[in-house]
Every structure is written in structure tokens, then in C-alpha cells.
């Protein structure tokens, strides 16, 4: 688990210190793959997409004016922006992100914005650093699949949402067996595919955790979209290279060709042999928590 937790850590972290935005025609490209319009992607800072989503969840979380909405794992704070001016002055859009790199880089975006709203905080998605009852909906894109234990995920949203809150969720979830070549290789692990349960241990999962009027919906979006982004795993843009990946993952990002393979190289090389989209979905998460 620690294994995957730095190379997951490292991966991102990389990705964080790049110059991948919006002004790629690949990043773009990936983004509205996924459901987000030109239009909301020229209406926050450029540096806040990367190329990392599965989904839009802010474009079916219904936001409302004075809510406060927690997106866990925010990255470089794509899914807080679009949700601030939906929640408006008196609300709170609030990022959870484990890399310091993609806080520090969140926390440039939303000074370059001129956004009041919204915060940044770092920490892990399985011990979110907020008070119980404090949330009125929780919004994360393509990062709950990364999460070694999703059971304390999912016991940790239903702890922040107030009584009766809501959780909209873009993510990965299998609807068959993948083949044991990306089961078990760490590259699919970090590229969002190998993380992923199945969508029927996900519905469980959540019922278990205490929310009611769970629906999970296969979105039908192309997991192939990913290779429009050249180097999408992290790898071997300048400061990607200063990132040292090598010393977490033995996999490494930007080691010589004869000493190992790019993580990306091997997630396009799998991509490239197995259709995903025949044993995995991008999906849309809806729950409630209970009233009472």
C-alpha cells in the first residue's frame, strides 16, 4: 500500500510541477472528452486543467448559492473553480489534495483567478482534514480510484457531509475482469485504470458507509481519450525530470530507455494492446446522506 500511496504521491506531484494546461490542444482535448465545454475551460486559469479528469461532476452536482462544496483530490483546482461562482459569495469551494505540489500550484491558480471563495488544504482523502457535519456536497473527479482503502473514503465523505448532503463523483469503476496485464501493473495503477472495484462493490461499499439513493451511471465516455495527451502520466518534461521519481518508483518516470520503461510508455503500451472500455467505465456517483 505504501508503494503505490508514493508512487501515486509522485506521479501527481510531477504532473503538478509541469507546464501541461489548457493552452495544450491535447489537455484541452482530454478535458472535453470528458464533458467539460470550452467555454468553462477558458473561464479559469488555464494551469487549473491537466489532462487528469474522468467526468464534470460540477456540471450535474446542482450547486446552490451559500453551499459549501469539498472537491477531494482537486488537483490543480479545476473542479473548485468552476463550482465558485455556482455557490457565489457566501459559499465555500474547498480543495483536498495529498501533493503539495498540486496545492501550491491550486493556491497560484486561485490568486491568478481573484477568487474569495475557495481554499486549498493538504491531506489524505481517507482522514479528510475537516470538521464532521461541515459539507453540504462532495465532488471528486478520477482520484477515489487511487485510494487503496475506498471503504475509508466513502466513511470519511459521509462523516463531512451534513445531514441530508449529497456526493457527486466522476470516476473509474469496472464493469468486468481486466486483463491480469493491467490488473497488476503499477503504470495502470497510477493511470487510474488497475485502482478501480467493481461497480457493484462500489454501490455496496457506499450503502455500507451509511448513504441511502446510491446511483452509479456509466458516463460512455472513450478511457482511450488519455493518449491525446502527450506525457500524460508525468513524464520527462523538464520538471518532471527534477522530481527524482526514480527514488519512489522503481518503475521510473524519466530514467535512461535501458534502465526501465516510462510510466507513461507503459500505460499507452497497455492502452494500445487492451481495449479498457470493454472491462472499465468513467462513471457518475450519486448519494445522499441520511437526514437522520
Known amino acids: 500500500m505504501a508503494e503505490i500511496q508514493n508512487a501515486v504521491k509522485a506521479k501527481y506531484g510531477a ?47 446542482n450547486l446552490r448559492p451559500g453551499e459549501v462544496v469539498v472537491d477531494l483530490g482537486s488537483g490543480g483546482g479545476l473542479d473548485v473553480f468552476l463550482a465558485a461562482p455556482q455557490i457565489g459569495p457566501t459559499g465555500k469551494a474547498i480543495g483536498i489534495d495529498m501533493t503539495a505540489a498540486m496545492i501550491e500550484r491550486a493556491r497560484a491558480n486561485a490568486e491568478k483567478g481573484g477568487y474569495t471563495n475557495v481554499e486549498f488544504h493538504l491531506g489524505s482523502i481517507d482522514n479528510i482534514p ?49 486483463p491480469e ?58 520538471a518532471m525530470e527534477e522530481s527524482n521519481l526514480f527514488a519512489v518508483v522503481q518503475e521510473t518516470c524519466c530514467a535512461p530507455e535501458s534502465t526501465a520503461t ?4 507503459d500505460l499507452t503500451a497497455l492502452l494500445d494492446t487492451y481495449d479498457v472500455n470493454q472491462a472499465a467505465a468513467s462513471v457518475k456517483v450519486y448519494a445522499i446522506k441520511p437526514r437522520t
Open 15 to 61: 504532473v503538478a510541477e509541469s507546464t501541461l494546461s489548457s493552452n495544450d490542444a491535447g489537455v484541452k482535448a482530454v478535458a472535453e472528452a470528458f464533458g467539460y465545454s470550452a467555454a468553462e475551460l477558458t473561464s479559469i486559469p488555464a494551469e487549473a486543467n491537466m489532462g487528469l479528469s474522468c467526468g464534470n461532476p460540477t456540471a450535474t452536482a
Open 181 to 238: 496485464a493491467i490488473a497488476s501493473s503499477l503504470a495502470a495503477y497510477v493511470g487510474c485504470i488497475a485502482g478501480a472495484i467493481r461497480i457493484d462493490a462500489y454501490r455496496e461499499e457506499l450503502l455500507k458507509a451509511g448513504f441511502e439513493y446510491v446511483e452509479i451511471v456509466d458516463s460512455g465516455s472513450d478511457l482511450n481519450a488519455y493518449k491525446k495527451v502527450e506525457n500524460q502520466a508525468g513524464c520527462c518534461s523538464p
Open 262 to 265: 516510462t510510466l507513461h510508455e
Open 130 to 178: 475537516l470538521p464532521d457535519a461541515s459539507a453540504d456536497c462532495v465532488i471528486s473527479n478520477c482520484v477515489l480510484n487511487l485510494v487503496p482503502d475506498k471503504p475509508a473514503v466513502f466513511r470519511e465523505i459521509a462523516r463531512i457531509l451534513k445531514p441530508g448532503g449529497r456526493m457527486a463523483v466522476s470516476d473509474i469503476a469496472l464493469k468486468g475482469d481486466l
